[in-house]
């Protein structure tokens, strides 16, 4: 499994520095179980969304999660931002348990960690201007006066490149494309000068054409800001070149984490080597050939298989192994970390 | 041999806020044997010219006209009944995009498929094998035959769409964005099943994606659309590794890619509003390379040779 | 709120809703101005205010060349005589009557006579166009009873009224008349029915008499003079009045009890309106605020509501409701609004709830948690705007049933009796009968305005139908 | 099973309604007092013929009143006035429950018979055939228009039928019943019978009553369904519209399907569901609807009882028991429409 292209810049921002900084977001070992009733006479399903899964971003670091779709990525991510209370262990921010916290007590929290959501047509209020929207979180946390807020609200829409800011104050969102209302949904989050930012595929539903820009929008503060990102996306792509670190979710369960030119180079995990096959890449010579591809589709979290989540897809199972018990997470390089028996 | 030519097509909405040029005078043709992948995004028009081209118009249509050719006959001479009978499903079929409400809830899958061989007094045992057949083609199990698109999960609806196009033996399939609800899996596996069926039926295939990289997965030509008007048209090479267009080349630069390390960019801006286009070229509002003549003409789509065409003022000096 | 005047005003139907609606409540304004409030007690139910009037007559634009209803006033006498004790006074009434047939009915009422010694004497007599004239009655108030005290007040709070076309004074005094200036011999009994033919015409011919008396009708300008003696100049008469009943009467006719319709249908405006908008009001807070809680609280709150709406939905509303009336009386306030908005919450409470719900997983109630934005904040910032057009083409939708619902009540007779409304004139018809005699002016005016008014409300909710409905808005 | 599972929960939550409605009118009828007042008018009226009874056979005066006393007691043990209502209650829920109606006071069966039983099962044939005969005609105008303007939206047509929809729901069903009996008995020079179920007297023979009834029957049932249709159509209309725009409709004509078919397959099976649903709620205006009707046309069925039964002397067994009944009905009928939406709609069926 030896890397076979190395690239110097690579080299360079792969640095195994976060590793040793101190850590913003601390997840350990959560699990977010959901009963799910289907109905008076029969029992209850229990949907794993998230099992057992140990995570930390270090200030200033962007860490994505990429997966399919169940593989409880955004649950995750709602967890690190105590929108859902996991059913098990502990969610440290700052070195704070906030897992358990009542809701009234978060206020503090909640001005710290900010969050950008998938879809820009259904995050804002259609019943509010722009500026209502971006100030809301100031008037939530009694910050500042009307001008002083006013003023904040004109930086943020500027630090979002919707230039010059006075054009958008007045709009209604229905009278913006896709990619400036999620530029409008970002700017209502970092006007409150968040240390850490959750951004749920903040893409996935704005044209091609636009979607760096918002990418360059949250990279720039978190270089700027040192924001500390979760960024969640099933693009694995975007994920390479946005963040520092990749974790791969499947089912529920992280199933490799690494820094993300490694996960990408030189990729461990069977289903990790099989996502990044099949991204499609705008080449003329794809069409000349087929992928290789993961058989079958995911089953549902309500019916997670025992032993390694992936083994009845896997192309490597071991008859015997795999299905026995779950694999143990394994650093195979610096800070590449498997869960799978091949290792 | 073209198997389909379109000369001129042109489809008008009327809206309270007045027309919307969805297509806008589009040209293209499609070889036979081959994949036309046309590229959009929002806005572009591409789902409006799958329906222009099935005919399948809205009530509000303000402007329907151009020239589809199929095999050299002329489709915009025929008949509304004549279209639908000999046309539809027979001739052109196409694959819907969002496989989840596409199929009818209270109808079982087989008969959704077979439904146009039943129309033509096909025998039921025969309809009911050539449906089973075309599960199996697709992927998947025979007993999907009887069950209703609920139970379906979205990739096998996708799939049961795909055989439901297939039924007539068409010449030509319309596959409008086919997996865009679908994970990238899912996605790949049905990638490749397209392919397959291109292989071993020699289906002609239209491919209408926002996505320009999964259309390079599967096509021989490419048309890049904007603003209800193709931009550029071309061989996949010629598109993607020689593009001419400012935006086709700022949409490739916006692709991030897996295997380099460059940032991907992007076009500034956002597509125009389709009621109130600007004056001129349609893109110059986001066009890096404007200049005067973008807003004073619109400009034409030009051969630069080998069947490359681009609609841009830059190359009319050339 | 905008938006949803631009979508009512965008369609025919909307604009032709919100025209009516400005049209009953321009008229519902001016009636609560210009009657008193208990108007229903003290006058519609009140039948000594509508004695002088014609019952079942249809209204004067029905019947066109009839003869009218016409009331004549008179407080001061026209001429006063002196006598040798006290005074004559005489009150002249002139009533044109150029009509070919004889008035419905012709009466006379005293009010407030005042004597100091001996109760004044009415004389009242009828000069007709061809200067015959005939002696009709004869009148004195009570006289002192033992202890009273003058100056002795009579007739102030109940005034004295003869119906001079069926009076057996009159009668025989008639029945004098027709022997002495014709020779024709009835009885008294004879003219039972008749009088207003015989005062009001002259016999055929000559050569009949003798024969069974006919009549024909003698147009031209009458006179009835009162005679009124008094004992002392003192005494006083309050006013007299006498009506000639019409064959049809004011705007919209009369009711058996000769209640002037267009009055009851008029003070119905008001009611109608009150009953719609109080009850949805009502119905749609109520509605709304369970359904919100029900959807964003959850647990045994949502249970709790969920259970309720759904037995209160699943039970039959008309039989209760008039078992619910029946046992616990028919105030409108107090009974009838709130029995009907108890069974009007839960649908609304339903479908609220599962707005909210789809709204509490939503990525906007996300994105406020995790800004910190309080439930309340959320609730009635974020989902209530939300749901609001919504809830308001609800509340439009339920005033029509709401008049309906109230109307039926009154039709069966469980109406507020305080308060005429138009589903009580129409009980009112039904039960004596109207139908089946063809007063039509009595059965068609108050259900025609209730279904206008009803109307009304819907065609608003109707072009509302892209806001309640929100897929319709793709097309 | 799921469907089977599925019907038996709608059930039992149906049938709870009718306990709960039951329990509601009888803790209604008690704690208002009501139940009291009307027993012990009974039983007064009762002691009247008793008394004339023991005056006969009883001639000592001291004796005669106690021997009354003792008689008041029995009756009031019998019907339950010694105790209080809440400990009536229990029992006369079960009662109701097992069908024992009770007796009515005022209103007998053609054979004289007062038991409530026999009384409901004489009214409940006569508002059913009303009842079920308009729910099926407004069903298939309703429906038929509805589909129809939905295939042409904005027409004239479709406009005129919109304000017609408005009015239809605006109508309340007694006044179009008084305003059909105005034109058709009395303009018409009775064409039509104002009311009532036969003429005076009826018919013999089997073929001319039936067209006598049939005769009777048509002003109320125009009535029901005038005031029903609107509404209906509308709604259909609504659903329709909205299901003639989903995909897989274009998917079928994409299909080459005609348009006929288009429509019958793909359209109108697909918003049948709805429109069940529609129907289901529609039920309560409609059982209203024949309740009234029924008091305008003097048509002798459950409505007119009803309405007998709460004004001029109330009888509170006839009450509870029609209450009871038409709850029961409601329940039934809506349970008939839930069978029809689960057979119409797979994807509930699970």
Not at chain 1, 150 to 158: F, H, K, M, S, T
Not at chain 2, 289 to 295: D, G, I, M, N
Not at chain 4, 88 to 104: F, M, W, Y
Request: a neutral charge; proline letters at 7%.
């Amino acid at each position: 499994m030896a890397t076979t292209h190395e690239d110097t810049l690579t080299a360079e921002r792969a640095e195994p520095a976060f590793g040793d900084r101190e850590p913003l977001v601390q997840l350990q070992d959560v699990k977010a179980h959901f009963t799910l009733r289907r109905g008076i006479f029969v029992s209850k399903a229990v949907v794993k969304a998230v099992d057992g899964i140990t995570l930390e971003i270090a200030r200033g670091e962007t860490v994505a999660l990429v997966g399919e779709s169940g593989s409880g990525k955004t649950t995750l991510g709602r967890i690190s931002l105590r929108l859902i209370e996991p059913t098990e262990g502990r969610v440290l921010f700052d070195g704070q348990d906030i897992s358990h916290v009542p809701e009234g007590q978060l206020l503090r929290f909640r001005r710290r960690a900010q969050a950008v959501f998938q879809d820009p047509y259904a995050s804002l209020n259609n019943y509010m201007t722009v500026a209502q929207i971006v100030e809301e979180p100031l008037v939530i946390h009694k910050i500042g006066n009307r001008e002083e807020r006013a003023a904040r609200v004109r930086e943020a829409l500027d630090a979002v490149r919707l230039r010059p800011p006075e054009e958008f104050l007045s709009r209604f969102p229905h009278r913006l494309s896709g990619g400036q209302r999620q530029r409008v949904a970002i700017a209502r989050a970092l006007v409150l000068d968040p240390e850490y930012l959750v951004a749920d595929e903040p893409v996935s539903m704005v044209d091609a054409s636009s979607r760096a820009e918002i990418l360059l929008v949250l990279k720039d503060r978190q270089e700027d800001a040192g924001t500390a990102i979760l960024y969640i996306t099933h693009d694995i792509a975007t994920a390479r070149h946005f963040a520092h670190r990749i974790g791969v979710m499947y089912l529920g369960h992280l199933v490799e984490l690494g820094p993300a030119d490694r996960v990408i180079d030189n990729p461990l995990h069977p289903y990790t080597r099989l996502l990044l096959e099949a991204v499609p890449e705008p080449d003329p010579q794809n069409r000349l050939k087929e992928r290789s591809i993961i058989p079958g589709e995911p089953p549902s979290p309500a019916n997670t298989p025992p032993g390694c989540p992936f083994h009845p897809r896997c192309p490597e199972f071991m008859k015997g192994t795999c299905e026995a018990a779950e694999p143990e997470w394994k650093e195979i390089e610096p800070g590449h970390f498997v869960a799978c028996y091949l290792y | 041999m073209a198997i389909l030519e379109v000369r001129d097509l042109y489809l008008y909405y009327e809206t309270p806020r007045g027309p919307v040029h969805a297509v806008d005078g589009v040209s293209f043709e499609l070889p036979e044997g081959s994949a036309l992948g046309l590229v959009g995004e929002s806005g572009s028009g591409k789902t409006s010219l799958g329906l222009a081209l099935l005919r399948l118009l809205p009530k509000n249509v303000d402007t329907y006209k151009g020239s589809i050719r199929l095999e050299g006959r002329e489709l915009m001479e025929l008949s509304d009944e004549q279209f639908r009978r000999e046309i539809r499903w027979r001739k052109i079929a196409m694959a819907f995009q969002g496989a989840m409400n596409v199929l009818n809830p209270v109808v079982k899958v087989w008969l959704q498929i077979a439904e146009p061989l039943l129309l033509e007094k096909t025998p039921r045992p025969q309809a009911r094998a050539r449906v089973e057949e075309l599960l199996e083609l697709v992927g998947l199990s025979k007993d999907v035959a009887d069950r209703y698109p609920h139970e379906l999960s979205g990739g096998m609806k996708q799939r049961v769409v795909l055989a439901a196009a297939l039924v007539m033996n068409p010449k030509v399939v319309i596959l409008d964005e086919p997996t865009s609800a679908l994970d990238v899996s899912i996605q790949a596996q049905i990638m490749n099943l397209l392919k397959r069926l291109k292989r071993e039926l020699g289906l002609s295939y239209i491919f209408i994606t926002h996505d320009i990289a999964l259309a390079s997965d599967l096509c021989d030509y490419l048309g890049i659309a904007y603003a209800g008007q193709i931009v550029e048209l071309g061989t996949s090479e010629q598109v993607l590794l020689e593009p001419e267009h400012p935006y086709t080349q700022g949409l490739l630069e916006s692709i991030p890619r897996l295997r380099s390390t460059r940032l991907p960019s992007f076009i500034p801006g956002a597509p125009p509003d389709p009621v109130d286009l600007p004056e001129g070229c349609r893109f110059r509002e986001r066009c890096p390379k404007a200049f005067e003549r973008c807003t004073e003409m619109p400009p034409l789509l030009q051969g630069k040779g080998a069947g490359h065409e681009v609609r841009c003022w830059l190359l009319a000096g050339r | 709120m905008e938006s949803v005047l631009k979508v009512i005003l965008s369609s025919g139907v909307g604009r032709a809703g919100l025209a009516l609606f400005a049209l009953l409540t321009g008229i519902s304004v001016y009636v609560l101005v210009s009657y008193p409030l208990d108007y229903g007690s003290r006058v519609w139910y009140n039948p000594a205010v509508w004695a002088d009037n014609p019952a079942v007559k249809p209204p004067i634009w029905a019947k066109p060349g009839a003869v009218p209803h016409s009331v004549f006033l008179q407080e001061e006498p026209t001429e006063v005589r002196k006598a040798s004790t006290g005074e004559r006074r005489l009150y002249r009434f002139e009533i044109p009557h150029p009509y070919e047939k004889p008035p419905d009915s012709l009466s006379l009422t005293l009010t407030e006579a005042v004597y100091y010694s001996r109760p004044p004497l009415l004389t009242v007599s009828l000069t007709r166009p061809d200067g015959r004239s005939v002696r009709l009655y004869r009148y004195s108030p009570p006289a002192p009873r033992p202890g009273e005290e003058a100056p002795y007040v009579r007739h102030r709070d109940s005034p004295h009224r003869v119906d001079l076309g069926a009076d057996p004074q009159v009668r025989a005094q008639v029945s004098a008349f027709l022997r002495d200036e014709y020779g024709l011999r009835l009885s008294a009994n004879e003219l039972r029915g008749r009088l207003m033919e015989i005062l009001f015409g002259e016999p055929t011919s000559p050569e009949e008499r003798g024969g069974p008396a006919a009549f024909r009708p003698l147009p031209g300008t009458y006179a009835l003079e009162v005679e009124v003696t008094v004992f002392d100049r003192r005494d006083r008469i309050g006013a007299l009045q006498a009506v000639r009943g019409g064959e049809t009467f004011g705007w919209m006719g009369t009711d058996s009890l000769g209640r002037d319709l267009a009055q009851g249908l008029l003070f119905g405006f008001p009611v109608s309106l009150i009953i719609g908008i109080l009850t949805s009001v009502l119905a749609t807070l109520l509605g709304a605020s369970l359904g919100i809680m029900s959807g964003y609280l959850g647990g045994r709150v949502d249970l709790l509501i969920q259970r309720s709406a759904d037995v209160i939905n699943n039970i039959p509303g008309l039989p209760l409701l008039i078992f619910l009336v029946f046992i616990f009386g028919s105030n409108l306030f107090l009974v009838i609004i709130p029995v009907i908005v108890f069974f009007s919450w839960p649908g609304l409470a339903i479908i609220v709830r599962s707005m909210v719900l789809q709204l509490r997983e939503g990525q906007l109630v996300e994105a406020e948690r995790s800004l910190g934005a309080t439930r309340w904040r959320i609730m009635f910032r974020h989902i209530l705007p939300q749901v609001g057009p919504y809830l308001l083409a609800q509340l439009i939708f339920f005033a029509p049933s709401a008049i309906l619902s109230e109307a039926t009540l009154s039709f069966l007779g469980l109406g507020d009796t305080s308060l005429p409304t138009w589903g009580q004139i129409l009980e009112g018809a039904f039960r004596t009968g109207a139908v089946y005699r063809g007063y039509w002016w009595w059965v068609v005016p108050p259900g025609l305005l209730i279904v206008i008014t009803a109307v009304a409300f819907m065609l608003i909710a109707l072009s509302l139908e892209p806001i309640a409905n929100p897929r319709l808005r793709r097309s | 099973m799921a469907i089977l599972r599925k019907l038996l929960l709608r059930a039992l939550s149906l049938i709870a309604v009718v306990l709960i409605v039951l329990v509601l009118v009888v803790v209604v009828l008690g704690a208002t007092g009501f139940s009291d007042r009307i027993l012990s008018s009974v039983i007064s009226e009762e002691m009247r013929a008793v008394r004339q009874q023991l005056a006969e056979t009883i001639r000592d005066p001291q004796e005669l009143e106690r021997a009354l006393r003792e008689q008041r007691r029995e009756l009031e043990a019998f019907y339950g006035l010694d105790k209080p209502w809440y400990v009536r209650l229990p029992q006369d829920v079960l009662r109701v429950l097992t069908l024992d109606l009770g007796e009515a006071r005022t209103v007998a069966t053609a054979q004289g018979s007062k038991r409530i039983q026999d009384i409901i099962a004489e009214r409940l044939p006569r508002t059913a055939l009303l009842f079920t005969t308009a729910l099926v005609i407004y069903f298939l105008i309703g429906v038929w228009l509805g589909t129809l303007l939905a295939t042409r939206p904005g027409s004239k047509l479709d406009r005129v039928l919109s304000y017609f929809a408005a009015v239809s729901f605006a109508l309340p069903s007694w006044w179009t019943g008084i305003l059909l009996i105005l034109i058709f008995y009395f303009y018409l020079g009775g064409l039509l019978p104002a009311g009532g179920m036969y003429s005076t007297p009826p018919p013999e023979g089997g073929l001319a009553r039936f067209l006598d009834l049939a005769y009777h029957a048509i002003l109320p049932i125009f009535t029901l369904v005038l005031v029903a249709t609107g509404p209906l159509m509308y709604v259909a209309r609504t659903i329709t519209l909205n299901v003639a725009q989903e995909d897989h409709v274009t998917f079928a004509r994409a299909k080459g399907i005609p348009e006929g078919l288009v429509r019958r397959r793909h359209i109108l099976r697909v918003a049948a569901p709805p429109i069940v649903t529609g129907l289901i709620l529609g039920l309560v205006g409609s059982i209203a609807g024949s309740i009234t009707t029924e008091i305008v046309f003097r048509w002798p069925g459950m409505g007119q009882l009803y309405f007998q039964a709460v004004s001029g002397q109330p009888d509170e067994s006839l009450i509870v028991a029609l209450t009871f009944v038409y709850t029961m009905l409601y329940a039934l009928a809506r349970f008939i429409l839930e069978i029809l939406y689960l057979i119409l709609d797979p994807r509930v069926r699970y």
